[in-house]
């Protein structure tokens, strides 16, 4: 059974950085697409990132130039690296196995203003 625990969330200032981590038990990524979404208060959840098996990458328009999908194969995590953060990034950030469309507990970003 996949299980997928994220970390790394937090309080940023506005054009700060954050760096998430999904770490997975029960699969290794390299076999499985995976991804990263959020979910905003009041709003539905929508994709940020995700990442096939052959690497192939595409980011939610509203992140691109600013934030970074990645795996590490060896240690078993996907990463979302967050840069120039904006307020309007606030929301609860999950990671999906895009396999097994398992998702994590999700981790609170807030960017302040």
């Known amino acids: 059974q996949v299980q997928l625990v994220e970390s790394g969330g937090g309080l940023v200032q506005a054009g700060g950085s954050l760096r998430l981590s999904c770490a997975a038990s029960?699969?290794?990524?390299?076999?499985?697409?995976m991804g990263w979404y959020r979910q905003a208060p009041g709003k539905q959840r929508e994709m940020v990132a995700t990442?096939?098996?052959?690497?192939?990458?595409a980011y939610a328009d509203s992140v691109k130039g600013r934030f970074t999908i990645s795996i590490d194969n060896v240690k078993n995590l996907v990463y979302l690296q967050m840069n120039s953060l904006k307020p309007e990034d606030t929301a609860v950030y999950y990671c999906?196995?895009?396999?097994?469309?398992?998702w994590g507990q999700g981790t609170q970003v807030t960017v302040s203003s």
């Open positions: 990442i096939d098996i052959g690497g192939w990458i």
């Open positions: 029960g699969t290794t990524f390299n076999l499985h697409a």
């Open positions: 999906r196995d895009l396999q097994t469309f398992t």
